[in-house]
């Protein structure tokens, strides 16, 4: 399998989405991109490497620690990515930072059916 990146929000559903999507496929790494709060509050069945940033940072410095953590660690030339938490901001950050690092990206949710790309 793949890579997967994924944002991380607060709200207690988007955990439960995000920890559904982790567990139920088989990832070669799973990067989760949140908050000290989500670090602190996400449980996985599976190791998760946590890229912690400050969402109140402004968009263009988020690119940059994302950037940062993600840096040599992704082990393929594309990722997984699941970006049904967060807001808009947060999601631009990610996106910007995978495609700044050269990584193709994948869209994945989870369904009724299963994790499917979209």
Do not use: Y
């Not at 997967?4 to 559903?13: I, M, P, W």
């Amino acid at each position: 399998m793949t890579d997967l990146v994924a944002c991380l929000s607060t709200g207690e559903k988007s955990r439960a989405h995000v920890s559904r999507l982790v567990n139920d496929a088989d990832w070669n790494n799973v990067f989760l991109v949140t908050n000290d709060f989500g670090k602190e509050n996400f449980r996985a069945d599976r190791m998760v490497e946590f890229i912690v940033v400050d969402f109140q940072k402004p968009v263009f410095e988020l690119i940059e620690d994302i950037k940062k953590g993600l840096r040599g660690k992704i082990s393929d030339l594309e990722v997984a990515l699941n970006i049904v938490s967060g807001s808009g901001k947060e999601h631009m950050a990610i996106l910007s930072a995978l495609l700044k690092l050269g990584v193709g990206v994948r869209l994945m949710a989870v369904t009724k059916e299963g994790i499917k790309e979209l």
